[in-house]
Every structure is written in structure tokens, then in C-alpha cells.
């Protein structure tokens, strides 16, 4: 399944299939994007990198995806578990001399067995 | 051994109070942040420091005021405390490298703070 990550949107995916989560991000300057993960009472966990100068990069399940011609950033979970059931947000770099992120509004993610 | 950890976790206040929340980093980093997220789960960054030096306000009342002793720690001061202030407040650390600031921030656990 795929949604894009504004309004808080939920994404419901059966275990098993993979995700894809969308983000646009504004700042054509922005050189360094990151996805978090939040459970519910828990701060933000990284989650995967990448720089601008990439199109793409794999982890551990997940890869980001980065088209800077459109400004948009996608995350993909293969095989989902019940245990990815959290907000993810994509947050961008505003590289203004220091780091600072900047964080898209979230997307839901439930994973039903 | 958590990484970054933050007191209290759950703080319940009358408006017009004063309190502070504390943040520890046991990594070794150089740079800590605060960020407030509000009940949309919208996650806004506040203050940034750098070896204890500002470097980053965005825009934060002055009722805010955060103070950094050491690299290890960054602390957040509220004055006269408002309904608007209830809110989940986190802090988050990195290690600064060459010039290139993308090195990834690590986050607490959160301060829950209602404001009644």
C-alpha cells in the first residue's frame, strides 16, 4: 500500500506486504534526509539516511528513495510486521550553517496479522 | 545505559507555574536540541546547542529558556506556564563532524507536560 505523509494519514498494510510511505519535502536546498520512527509513548528512532547526493539506499527491510527533481522522499518496508505499527516521519536538513531538521506531519502505519 | 534520557516524564502543572525538564546524553555528543510536539504529533524544533553555546531559537517565547551546563546536558526553563505549553517536549543529541551537518539526531524518550 502507499500514502503520502500529510494530515497525520494512516496507512493500513496486512502482515506480510510491503509499505510505501511518501513525503514532500520543500527545501530544494536541503541536502540530508532522514526517516524516524515513533511508537506511541516513545520519542523518535532512526530509522535510515540519506544524502542528497543519492537516489538511494538500502537497510535492513527498508529503503529510502530520494527524487530531488520533485521533492519527494519515499520509504519502503518489505515483508511488514505488526512490529512496524508506528508514525513515521520524514525530516529534511536545512543545512544553514547547523543542522537543522525539519519534520513532515507523519504517516500512520498499521500492520494487521 | 540509555543514550539520551530526559525528567520527569510526565509533568502536571497549574498554569502560571514555573518548571524545568533535564536531558542527559551518555554519548559523547556535542550538539542537543529540544523539540515540542504537539497533540497532531507535529514535531517543531526549539533550541539547538552546540558545546554549550545557542545556536539555534526558533521563534520560542521568552518564557523558554534553556541552559546548558555541560556537553552532556541541556536543560529547559518554563515561566509562567500556559494551556498552549501542554505538549510532548523532546530532546535529541548528535555528534558534529567536518562541516557537513548530517550526522543523524538521537532522541529521547519525551517529557509529557500538561498545563491545567
Known amino acids: 500500500g502507499e500514502s503520502v505523509g500529510l494530515h497525520l494519514p494512516t496507512l493500513s498494510v496486512q502482515e506480510g506486504d510491503n509499505s510505501i510511505i511518501n513525503c514532500a519535502y520543500s527545501?530544494?536546498?536541503?541536502?540530508?534526509f532522514i526517516w524516524y520512527k515513533q511508537e506511541s509513548g516513545k520519542g523518535p528512532q532512526f530509522i535510515i539516511d540519506?544524502?542528497?547526493?543519492?537516489d538511494k539506499r538500502q537497510g535492513q527491510r527498508v529503503t529510502v528513495l530520494l527524487n530531488k527533481t520533485v521533492k519527494h522522499l519515499s520509504l519502503q518496508i518489505a515483508a511488514t510486521q505488526p512490529g512496524d505499527s508506528a508514525v513515521y516521519f520524514c525530516a529534511e536538513n536545512r543545512n544553514t550553517g547547523f543542522q537543522k531538521l525539519v519534520f513532515g506531519t507523519g504517516t500512520r502505519l498499521l500492520v494487521s496479522p | 545505559d540509555t543514550a539520551v534520557s530526559q525528567t520527569p516524564k510526565y509533568l502536571v502543572t497549574q498554569m502560571g507555574n514555573d518548571k524545568s525538564i533535564k536531558c542527559e546524553q551518555n554519548l559523547g555528543h556535542d550538539t542537543m536540541y529540544w523539540y515540542k510536539q504537539d497533540s497532531k504529533k507535529f514535531l517543531k524544533i526549539m533550541f539547538s546547542y552546540n558545546n554549550k553555546e545557542l545556536i539555534i531559537n526558533e521563534t520560542v517565547p521568552n518564557r523558554f529558556s534553556p541552559k546548558s551546563p555541560d556537553k552532556a546536558h541541556l536543560n529547559l526553563h518554563i515561566n509562567s506556564l500556559e494551556l498552549g505549553d501542554s505538549a510532548v517536549y523532546f530532546c535529541a543529541s548528535r555528534r558534529t563532524s567536518g562541516g557537513l551537518n548530517q550526522e543523524t539526531q538521537y532522541f529521547g524518550p519525551g517529557t509529557r507536560l500538561l498545563v491545567l
Open positions: 527545501n530544494s536546498a536541503s541536502d540530508y
Open positions: 540519506i544524502r542528497s547526493n543519492m
